[in-house]
């Protein structure tokens, strides 16, 4: 039951993240076992992206912040030099007093950068309690996700479509 809890909640997860997921709630299964019942209980991901109606059915109303420093939104925004090279820049931002709280540039940046740019910004501010992204990965990736673990941000990503 708990499996399909975390498989509702979180659509992208697969069997891995499930089984970490389920490692950090304290459940002390290994994981074959997680991967048996998984693929028993039929929680694959989709291989099809959903249409946009079904897809819109499954999404939570939008709450509004109450008060600074509860809900940051974090994105990249991309241009090009004179040159022809390109230029990244990671924007965080305060939902509730549309503060920007940092930009981040530069041509190639990770989730090692990602994570930096947010322990820099903690430094001098509070914590979030959740944090709003896109599916990138430097979004999705382990080192962001366990970032947020160790320092108990919830990270909601935004659904396709």
């Given at each position: 039951m708990r499996m399909r809890e975390i498989t509702e909640a979180?659509?992208?997860y697969g069997c891995p993240r499930v089984f970490i997921t389920l490692r950090r709630k304290g459940w002390g299964d290994d994981h074959k076992r997680v991967h048996r019942i998984y693929c028993e209980e039929g929680l694959s991901m989709r291989e099809r992206r959903?249409?946009?109606n079904e897809s819109a059915m499954r999404?939570?109303?939008?709450k509004d912040t109450d008060y600074p420093n509860q809900v940051w939104g974090m994105d990249f925004v991309s241009d090009a030099l004179?040159?022809?090279?390109?230029?990244?820049?990671?924007?965080?931002?305060?939902?509730?007093?549309r503060e920007c709280l940092a930009i981040t540039v530069g041509q190639r940046l990770t989730g090692e950068d990602v994570a930096s740019t947010l322990d820099r910004i903690c430094s001098?501010?509070?914590?979030?309690?959740?944090?709003?992204?896109?599916?990138g990965s430097e979004f999705a990736g382990k080192v962001l996700d366990c970032w947020a673990y160790e320092n108990g941000v919830t990270i909601d990503f935004s659904r396709p479509g």
């Open positions: 979180y659509l992208h959903p249409r946009r999404r939570q109303p939008v004179f040159d022809g090279r390109r230029l990244r820049l990671l924007t965080v931002i305060d939902l509730h007093t001098e501010s509070s914590l979030p309690e959740i944090m709003k992204a896109d599916n």
